[in-house]
């Protein structure tokens, strides 16, 4: 049996908590001729934007310099978020030594000199669960909880 659809409230509630408790994401770019790649990234969430790392080099990296857009997806396929995300490369050497140590602390990796950061502003946010919940999942913007 299908549980009754949340409110918009505890839908934001539920994509802040995940928020802050998952560690991975699937992160979707697109070339510049329209090559799709989609990867796994470990990310932190300061209550306004995503954080992820990642080799410069790879397509995503790549893919996001000359985009510089995202879609990110976060959870299980009955417990979705997904967002579409302004991105900002950022090198590993201007990121604040306070907030490479939060990300690594999250995630379990310290990316090295290197390595990129990718900040990610959400444009839009959508969550949902079941069928019941599709026609109200998409969110306001999301605001950390009082």
């Known amino acids: 049996m299908t549980a009754p659809a949340r409110s918009t409230a505890q839908r ?5 908590r995940r928020l802050e408790r998952d ?5 979707a770019t697109a070339s510049p001729e329209g090559e799709p790649c989609m990867v796994p990234l470990s990310f932190l969430w300061d209550g306004a934007t995503l954080l992820f790392s990642t080799a410069p080099g790879n397509p995503t990296a790549r893919n996001l310099a000359a985009g510089g857009r995202a879609r990110v997806g976060i959870g299980q396929t009955r417990d979705v978020v997904l967002m579409e995300c302004d991105v900002e ?13 939060a990300f690594a602390a999250k995630t379990g990796f310290r990316p090295g000199p290197r390595y990129v950061y990718l900040r990610m502003t959400p444009l839009w946010v959508q ?9 109200g999942r998409d ?3 999301l ?4």
């Not at 934001?12 to 802040?16: G, K, N, P, R």
């Not at 560690?23 to 992160?27: E, H, K, P, Q």
Request: aromatic fraction near 6%; proline fraction near 15%; hydrophobic fraction near 50%.
């Open 23 to 27: 560690v991975d994401a699937w992160v």
């Open 143 to 146: 605001t950390p909880p009082r």
């Open 139 to 141: 969110l306001p913007p």
């Open 127 to 135: 969550a949902w669960r079941e069928v019941n919940e599709l026609a």
């Open 12 to 16: 934001v509630d539920d994509t802040l």
């Open 89 to 101: 490369p950022l090198a590993a050497t201007g990121i604040a030594p306070e907030v490479a140590d």
